[in-house]
């Protein structure tokens, strides 16, 4: 379903994907199946977006923006491309990749500055500024986002269980499932 005034150009839409008010999807782009794309979203040339992802009213996902799938963008969330912005300097020479691996969330007014990757089941709160890369199921936030703990798939923040060479194992008091992160990652939240 596209809505009658969001402006879709040339792109490739997958089967049940929904496009609400006032979106603009540019040429080139490529949106998986089972998409939510809210009021007032912009979505620029050649952005790559997985199956079943949501991005909710007024963010702004620019071109080099590759999403996996079931990826949560908050709103007003921004990605950015370009680390060293000039109005009358652009060519696609400056422009940076950013990565969002599957099943990541970034929360409402986010900015993501470009050239980086977001992990796996990755959770970036409200209000945050990512600098660096974010570990799998890494809990970043505030400005810059600073590592704050993990997360299981289902959301919830892990907890330490033991150490195993090299790694912490964590553990989700809710659905009960273990997860594994290198020992150097999981110190910076130590420190």
């Known amino acids: 379903m596209i809505h009658e005034s969001a402006y879709v150009e040339d792109a490739k839409i997958g089967e049940g994907t929904n496009i609400w008010h006032f979106a603009h999807v540019r040429k080139g782009a490529k949106i998986g199946k089972n998409c939510n794309i809210g009021k007032d979203v912009y979505i620029d040339t050649n952005v790559e977006m997985g199956d ?8 702004t996902v620019y071109q080099g923006v590759k999403l996996g799938n079931n990826v949560f963008v908050g ?10 912005p000039r109005a009358l300097i652009w060519n696609e020479e400056k422009l940076e990749k950013t990565l969002v691996k599957d099943g990541a969330s970034i929360g409402a007014n986010s900015t993501i500055v470009a050239g980086i990757t977001i992990g796996k089941y990755a959770m970036v709160g409200a209000g945050s500024v990512v600098t660096k890369d974010v570990p799998d199921h890494g809990l970043v936030f505030g400005n810059p986002a600073r590592l704050k703990g993990f997360v299981c798939e289902c959301g919830s923040k892990l907890t330490k269980k033991a150490e195993k060479k090299n790694l912490v194992l964590l553990y989700c008091s809710r659905c009960k499932k273990e997860v594994s992160v290198d020992e150097t990652i999981y110190r910076e939240i130590e420190a």
Not at 52 to 59: E, T
Request: hydrophobic fraction near 35%; glycine fraction near 0%; aromatic fraction near 16%.
């Open 75 to 84: 709103p007003h969330v921004c990605f950015t491309n370009d680390m060293y």
């Open 52 to 59: 079943n992802c949501k991005i909710q009213n007024f963010a």
